[in-house]
């Protein structure tokens, strides 16, 4: 479209930094089949799991959906029900596993 | 964002064109105008008000007298179960609709919504969820497990409560409805949430993209404030009930297990969905009719509202608050000592912000000029009885006195003075105000007083004494009663009340139909109020400004009309002293959105899907494939429609 | 002053008060409220993984993890694919877009070949939706997903066939950027999903 899209536009990356982005995905998935399949420790394995997985997570929201190069709007909107929910359903799955006298047989 | 084609629009397609009625029943099928819509939503909001209405009076001529047999248990438990339904899916949530969708753009000064189609399609859906909710009428029954329908309740079938009387004593056939009322309970609401979530993406995005140049967020009217908190909590609480009730869904037609204890579910993890929802909802009714409130008291005071900043925070507040209260709902099913007292104290919270907007209304009428229209005393009416209601809300998060109130009519006298103390006072303060913008009349002030004091003991009389047959053990839900509890008087005058409130809502429909003829014309600014939507014509035309209005200020208008003289006083200016030139012909050179087939037509496929899962085998999935291509097909249609005229 | 100011009246201006694109700020809204839906899923999964209701030979032991992180990455990939295709139309290069519209697209196809694939696999070794809570959540969320994935596919070929009549050009890259934001979604949904549900070790972490 016009000149403000053009601008917005204006400092996203290029392909080839997409496709290492894309390798950088492969390879981080990859590793965390081999933890899932090499036995680690489940002390071990499932803090690098949920590393590996917030940052398969931001490389995707950041350069993909291109959040780090667009208006703080988008950011906030995202974010805004992103932390909602973490909130919410943290809270949701510990009253319904921990607190007092859960039904849960 | 269409492709538009370049051939002419007569070449193309013929099923692709544009409605061209202006006039006539198809010029309101195929609106996109956020008026018309607006109009609309009201009008479908006050059926299902009446609905709801006459389902409460069943209800109260049953319990007018002990072990009384105007209605079955099982009538009783759909009607009680509809009226909530009702009232909450399909007047609350729309009642607020219908004023966002009229007013709002006209406050921030926009021409419509952000996506006019999208609009019309939420009010399609709305309705389309609606008959599907009744069309239970001819299916076996209503819905008959409360509004909040809890599990195991609505997903077991035991012995079955419902298949001695409707079944005839058959279990499988008593299964069977049981069954049809609970996926007309997910699937209706799972329509309306579609509906409902629709429309807030399009207030959201009108609200921070198409105000008026000048128009900050710090300047909109605090009703638009309200309407973007609103937003926000619909399109977050929206989700959660939309998945519970899938889940549902699944439970009770395929056998899915997600609340049913008898294969390891817990029933539980509803209660939280559910309330999850249910208390963002309370929000969600209540500050629709905060923001027309605090639009109606400056303009009656003749003063600015007392503390905008603080009142557009503590609707912020209320609205982040909302999410950590939920299971004060639940204190009595054994959460534990922990989480009982966290919610509790989350609950007496968010006391804070709504007591900061009550002393805020107060504040600006403090010494303010009040002209009590009905209007005002609407409004006003709307604040005590709210703090009413607001005061026993504190009482039920001190948990052990709320293990005494839950589940008796104690809770039911509450909540009725927030929502209909609340919000009915404060959406009928709002009909009073806008009813000259929207019409070009006013209403009958005679009858609009008679209307506001009627309502006012009618009202009181039925909940104000629901408190008391609480508090003396009558618990809600119960279809009769036996004599000699100390209820049978207090039931019989609450009855009485509930016929003066009816008695009332036909003197306001009666106010509302004859003043359309023959109500005093009213001309732009009948108030002399303070923001934009005043500026325009009575009815506004369809592009609501010949010129946008360039903002400068809080109550703008109110700038507008006013200076300030040499002594600091703001003094009245002659009228035009701040015009606007207008330099096009509007109706020509303003485009506005096409009026189009398709949103309703999308609307209709929704309830084909749902009514598919009442049969099973093939006939379900015709029926499933029928829905959903009348629903894509008509996405489709919509996404590559032309403009109705091109080439300018 | 005569701005248009309503989105679908406007090929000419966008003159929004925060500069940016209506069905943009939209689409990023509802990703918000997306986060929402999925949230509740997974969650009703991490409740009940441990809920086999008195079948514990029906329990995440089932999963084929080696296919399931083909078809993961098979997703994954397709993500790139989008981001590419978007990027060649934002440069003008129809062709460019073509070929990597359509392998997103089909992509996509594989990813929910081998779902239903996954699904049969498992109903024929006893793991149905009423078998236990386990079962249930996890087939009502992988569905939910499977779902957004089709209508996302179905978005990505018309994309594809709108380019192919020349309906769809560089002047209308917002829109193939919007659906991307949406594909984009549905694919991080997918790398919580695995992880949280295929990956984590849960003899050892269960009960």
């Keep these: 479209m016009s000149d403000a ?80 929910a973490l909130a919410i359903y943290a809270a949701t799955i510990s009253l319904m596993l921990y607190a007092g006298a859960a039904t849960q047989a | 964002m269409n492709a538009v084609p370049a051939e002419s629009p007569r070449s193309s397609l013929k099923i692709l064109q544009r409605p061209k009625a202006e006039t006539g029943l198809w010029s309101w099928i195929t609106t996109t105008d956020h008026k018309k819509i607006g109009v609309m939503y009201f009008l479908a909001t006050m059926v299902f008000f009446v609905i709801a209405g006459v389902e409460a009076l069943l209800l109260r001529i049953q319990l007018a007298v002990p072990e009384n047999d105007f209605l079955s248990p099982d009538v009783y438990n759909q009607l009680y179960t509809m009226h909530g339904i009702t009232m909450v899916f399909f007047v609350g949530i729309p009642l607020g609709a219908s004023f966002f969708n009229y007013i709002m753009p006209l406050q921030i000064g926009a021409r419509d919504v952000a996506f006019p189609r999208l609009n019309a399609f939420s009010f399609w859906v709305f309705c389309a969820a609606g008959i599907f909710m009744y069309s239970g009428v001819l299916l076996g029954g209503l819905p008959n497990g409360g509004w909040f329908n809890y599990a195991p309740l609505s997903t077991t079938v035991g012995p079955d409560v419902s298949g001695y009387t ?67 909590l619909l399109l977050f609480a929206i989700p959660v009930i939309g998945i519970a009730l899938w889940q549902l869904m699944f439970d009770v037609r395929f056998g899915a297990n997600f609340f049913n204890p008898a294969a390891g579910g817990d029933p539980v993890l509803w209660q939280h969905m559910f309330w999850l929802f249910g208390h963002p909802e309370v929000y969600i009714l209540i500050l629709p009719a905060f923001g027309i409130i605090s639009e109606i008291i400056p303009t009656f005071s003749r003063k600015p509202i007392f503390g905008y900043t603080a009142m557009v925070f503590a609707g912020v507040a209320i609205g982040f608050l909302g999410w950590g209260v939920w299971a004060h709902h639940m204190f009595a099913v054994g959460m534990g000592p922990v989480a009982n007292t966290a919610f509790a104290l989350t609950t007496m919270f968010i006391a804070v912000p709504t007591g900061v907007k009550i002393f805020n209304w107060i504040g600006t009428m403090w010494g303010g000029k009040l002209r009590l229209t009905t209007a005002m005393l609407f409004a006003v009416g709307a604040v005590a009885m709210f703090t009413i209601g607001g005061l026993s809300g504190v009482t039920h998060s001190v948990v052990p006195s709320n293990y005494q109130q839950t589940d008796s009519y104690y809770v039911v006298a509450h909540f009725h003075y927030v929502l209909f103390g609340g919000l009915v006072f404060g959406a009928l303060g709002g009909v009073y105000y806008w ?75 009666i106010n509302m139909a004859s003043s359309l003829r023959r109500g005093q014309i009213a001309g732009d600014d009948p108030w002399d109020a303070r923001t934009i939507e005043w500026m325009t014509s009575s009815p506004p035309a369809h592009y609501n400004f010949k010129e946008v209005p360039q903002i400068s200020a809080r109550d703008e208008l109110w700038h507008r009309k006013h200076a300030v003289s040499e002594q600091g006083d703001y003094v009245r200016v002659p009228a035009g002293g701040a015009g606007t030139v207008v ?39 015709v029926l499933l494939a029928v829905g959903c291509v009348i629903t894509v097909g008509a996405l489709f249609a919509w996404a590559f429609e032309p403009m109705a005229e091109e080439g300018h | 002053m005569a701005e248009v100011t309503t989105a679908e009246a406007s090929e000419e201006a966008h003159a929004t008060s ?106 024929n070794e006893g793991m149905r939706l009423d078998t236990s809570p386990f079962t249930s959540s996890f087939y009502v969320m992988t569905g939910f997903h499977g779902i957004h994935v089709t209508v996302g596919v179905l978005m990505l070929i018309t994309l594809w ?22 594909w984009h979604f549905v694919d991080i949904v997918w790398i919580v999903i695995f992880t949280a549900v295929y990956l984590v070790p849960y003899e050892q972490v269960g009960a």
């Design chain 1, 5 to 84: 899209d053009d601008l917005e536009h204006a400092d996203h990356p290029d392909s080839s930094q997409y496709i290492v982005i894309g390798i950088i995905l492969a390879v981080f998935t990859a590793i965390e089949v081999a933890i899932s399949f090499a036995a680690v420790p489940g002390e071990i394995a499932v803090p690098a799991l949920i590393i590996l997985t917030v940052l398969k997570f931001l490389l995707v929201v950041m350069w993909f959906m291109h959040l780090r190069f667009d208006s703080g709007w988008f950011r906030r909107l995202f974010v805004f029900g992103l932390g909602v």
């Design chain 2, 166 to 232: 409707v079944g005839g004593g058959s279990a499988e056939l008593g299964t069977q409805v049981h069954m049809g009322r609970m996926l007309l309970y997910s699937i209706g609401l799972q329509i309306a949430g579609i509906a409902t979530l629709a429309s807030a993406i399009n207030f959201i995005v009108t609200i921070l993209n198409l105000r008026a140049p000048g128009m900050t967020l710090m300047r909109m009217p605090i009703f638009v404030w309200m309407t973007l908190v609103v937003a926000f």
């Design chain 3, 161 to 182: 066939a709108r380019s192919m009549t020349g309906k769809l050009t560089s002047e209308h890259s917002d829109v193939v950027e919007n659906i991307g934001l949406y």
């Design chain 2, 435 to 509: 009813y000259p913008k929207v019409t070009g009349r006013l209403m009958n002030e005679t009858l609009g007083r008679t209307n506001f004091w009627t309502l006012m003991l009618g009202f009181n009389l039925t909940f104000g004494l629901m408190h008391f047959v609480g508090l003396w053990g009558m618990p809600r839900r119960i279809d009769t009663y036996a004599a000699g509890f100390g209820w049978d008087l207090l039931n019989l005058i609450i009855t009485v009340g509930a016929f003066i409130i009816a008695g009332s809502v036909l003197l306001l429909i």
């Design chain 2, 583 to 621: 330099i096009h012909d509007p109706d020509t050179d303003i485009h506005m959105p096409d009026p189009s087939f398709y949103p309703a037509l999308a609307a209709v496929g929704m309830p084909i899907m749902g009514w598919a899962l009442f049969t099973s085998g093939t006939g379900m999935i």
């Design chain 3, 18 to 123: 925060l500069g940016l694109s209506n069905e943009k700020l939209a689409m990023w809204t509802l990703l918000g409220s997306e986060c929402l839906f999925f949230g509740a899923l997974i969650s009703a999964y991490l409740i009940y993984y441990t809920n086999y209701n008195g079948q514990p030979e029906i329990s995440p032991a089932l999963f084929d993890i080696p296919f399931t992180s083909v078809s993961t990455f098979v997703l994954l990939m397709s993500s790139l694919g989008m981001v590419l295709a978007l990027s060649a139309i934002q440069r003008g290069d129809d062709r460019g877009f073509r070929i990597w519209i359509l392998a997103t697209a089909i992509m996509g196809s594989v990813f929910l070949s081998g779902q239903i694939y996954e699904f049969t696999v498992f109903v």
